[in-house]
């Protein structure tokens, strides 16, 4: 079993919808990344997460460190959100960054 | 743009042979990582490097080296290079201050490796 399992792996929905992509991991961590990467295969930042919740613009990431879980929403969703999203955590007992697979996300107008 | 460059963006090569990729963090930033991206292991931590010296070791693999000089750009040796071997490379940058991952990472636009 992977440490790091994102769900669902691809995501089709309609512009205006509301998205949820799902993150959980089995190990102990300090901090959790969200991460975008486009088409042509640049990646950026999205949030660090070490507890609760954070916004920006039209994205949401929570974290529930009891349950070893973190969600991305992304609110009235529109084409140009249609990328990869990446989970990743960073384990503090070996001090690196595990990743997930990816959730594809296309968003249709 | 993240402020991280990394160059050559593409590169062909043959089975053998030994490649360098080059990475200049943001302006300021102390640390850099170096990541593997292939197609069927996804994106792998290879090594991180703090002010010039080597801070946490991933799956890097022995063929593989790296290195951070006095003026913080990084370099990533790849010796002996196999199919396998083909990848997009990527650099990031962080400020390097807090502990426990917590820090934002910058990406670079990455490097396209095809061994041949």
């Known amino acids: 079993k992977n440490e790091v399992e994102q769900s669902p792996q691809n995501l089709t929905a309609q512009e205006g919808e509301f998205i949820t992509i799902n993150c959980s991991y089995s190990v102990g961590i300090s901090a959790l990344h969200w991460l975008q990467q486009h088409p042509g295969g640049g990646i950026v930042s999205l949030f660090m997460?070490?507890?609760g919740k954070k916004k920006h613009g039209r994205l949401i990431a929570t974290i529930n460190i009891q349950e070893k879980h973190s969600s991305l929403h992304i609110t009235a969703s529109h084409p140009r959100d249609s990328a990869v999203y990446i989970c990743?955590?960073?384990?503090?007992?070996?001090?690196?960054?595990?990743f997930g697979t990816g959730t594809r996300l296309t968003i249709i107008p | 743009d993240s402020g991280v460059t990394q160059t050559p963006k593409h590169l062909i090569t043959a089975t053998g042979q030994r490649v360098t990729l080059r990475c200049s963090p943001r302006s300021g930033d102390l640390s850099v990582y170096w990541y593997q991206q292939s197609l069927d292991q996804g994106l792998q931590f290879l090594i991180q490097?703090?002010?010039?010296?080597?801070?946490a070791k991933g799956n890097i693999l022995e063929r593989f080296s790296a290195q951070q000089f006095p003026d913080l750009h990084s370099e990533l040796n790849l010796s002996s290079l196999e199919l396998g071997d083909s990848a997009l490379y990527f650099c990031?940058?962080?400020?390097?201050?807090?502990?426990?991952?917590?820090?934002?990472?910058?990406f670079g636009p990455g490097t396209r490796l095809t061994v041949l």
């Open positions: 990031a940058s962080s400020v390097g201050v807090l502990a426990g991952g917590r820090d934002t990472q910058y």
């Open positions: 490097y703090y002010n010039g010296e080597e801070r």
């Open positions: 990743a955590v960073f384990n503090f007992g070996n001090e690196k960054l595990t």
């Open positions: 997460l070490s507890s």
